[in-house]
Nanobody
Framework: QVQLVESGGGLVQPGGSLRLSCAAS????????IGWFRQAPGKEREGISY????????YYAASVKGRFTMSRDNAKNTVYLQMNSLKPEDTAVYYC???????????????WGQGTQVTVSS
């Protein structure tokens, strides 16, 4: 059974940090494009980071570049999102996804986790 499970969300003060994890089972992450997305209340789900195996690079949305870092541990079949200097506007449900095409477009991804809530508030 293909499954992605996110963890690590929570409540953090502005300027704080969190590290999200996304553990895969039923398939090998190394063979898929992996992306992180988020959805704030009343807004569309947006791509914030993805790993492209074609050029071995990680791409970030402008809104998180320089603050968020995506990484992967193939041995653990897990990807991470380190989030630093968090802002209230980062408050959202965060999702990881796996698919065939490395892109910020959510429609390109086949498998999704259930999401983890991140709330940035004082």
């Amino acid at each position: 059974q293909v499954q992605l499970v996110e963890s690590g969300g929570g409540l953090v003060q502005p300027g704080g940090s969190l590290r999200l994890s996304c553990a895969a089972s039923g398939f090998t992450l190394d063979y898929y494009a992996i992306g992180w997305f988020r959805q704030a209340p009343g807004k569309e789900r947006e791509g914030i980071s993805y790993f492209s195996s074609s050029d071995d690079r990680i791409y970030y949305a402008a809104s998180v570049k320089g603050r968020f870092t995506m990484s992967r541990d193939n041995a653990k079949n897990t990807v991470y999102l380190q989030m630093n200097s968090l802002k209230p506007e980062d408050t959202a449900v965060y999702y990881c996804a796996a698919g065939r095409l490395a892109t910020m477009r959510k429609t390109a991804y086949d498998y999704w986790g259930q999401g983890t809530q991140v709330t940035v508030s004082s």
